[in-house]
């Protein structure tokens, strides 16, 4: 079994910056991806951003050049640093991870909200 443990997330204003950090743990014995999806009320899951075992970062088009996400193979860590957050940031965000039996792990989810 694979835990994945969110922090980081909070409260700020709009155009400020915020980094999402995640620890996974457990049985993991290789991982094709890790990353960030989120979920707004009343809307559906979506990518955010992830990054592959070969360090292949895909992001969202509503974050590039915003967002820059970066993971640590040995501490099995994944972080997204946020920047020039937007109101329409404000969702539940949750760390991802994709192992090699293609079984996807998800975090319990933490709250970003941006207000003035």
């Known amino acids: 079994q694979v835990q994945l443990v969110e922090s980081g997330g909070g409260l700020v204003q709009p155009g400020g910056s915020l980094r999402l950090s995640c620890v996974a743990s457990g049985s993991i014995f290789s991982i094709v991806n890790m990353g960030w999806y989120r979920q707004a009320p009343g809307q559906q899951r979506e990518l955010v951003a992830v990054v592959s075992s070969g360090d292949i970062r895909i992001y969202a088009d509503f974050v590039k050049g915003r967002f820059t996400i970066s993971r640590d193979s040995v501490k099995n860590t994944v972080s997204l640093q946020m920047n020039s957050l937007k109101p329409e940031d404000t969702a539940v965000y949750y760390c991802?991870?994709?192992?090699?039996?293609?079984?996807?792990?998800w975090g319990q989810g933490t709250q970003v909200t941006v207000s003035s």
């Open positions: 991802s991870l994709l192992s090699g039996s293609y079984r996807q792990y």
